[in-house]
């Protein structure tokens, strides 16, 4: 499945909307891409290998900061959605109390 028979076709992968999976999946073709060169080279695959897993380790941890960053709203989102329509109804009550009080009928 991931061995094709042309040098340079990249074998199909499911598109997924996992930026993680995607990620994965190209590291992967990059290393079959750097064995394939070591091995028609003749070289060590060894330094090649090291620099795709360099090039690896810097885009994960560039997603993880990045979801990071969206995290704080993401915690905070649902708080207020909960919250938002009791402290609407506080506020309408307190309105309500006070110009009830000003005009001088309404609860007593």
């Known amino acids: 499945k991931y061995w094709t028979d042309g040098l340079w076709t990249i ?4 598109n997924s909307s996992c930026r993680v999976t995607d990620l994965l999946c190209r590291t992967a073709i990059e290393l079959r891409r750097t064995l394939q060169v070591c091995l028609i080279e003749g070289r060590s695959a060894l330094d090649r290998i ?12 560039a997603l993880v900061q990045g979801e990071l960053k969206k ?11 909960g919250l938002a329509p009791a402290l609407f109804i506080q506020i ?17």
Do not use: C, K, W
């Open 71 to 81: 995290l704080g709203s993401r915690a905070i989102l649902p708080l207020f959605v």
């Open 50 to 61: 090291h620099s795709v897993s360099d090039g690896f380790n810097h885009e994960r941890d």
């Open 11 to 14: 074998p199909t992968t499911e």
């Open 92 to 108: 309408v009550f307190v309105v309500y109390v006070i110009m009830a009080n000003s005009v001088g009928s309404g609860l007593e």
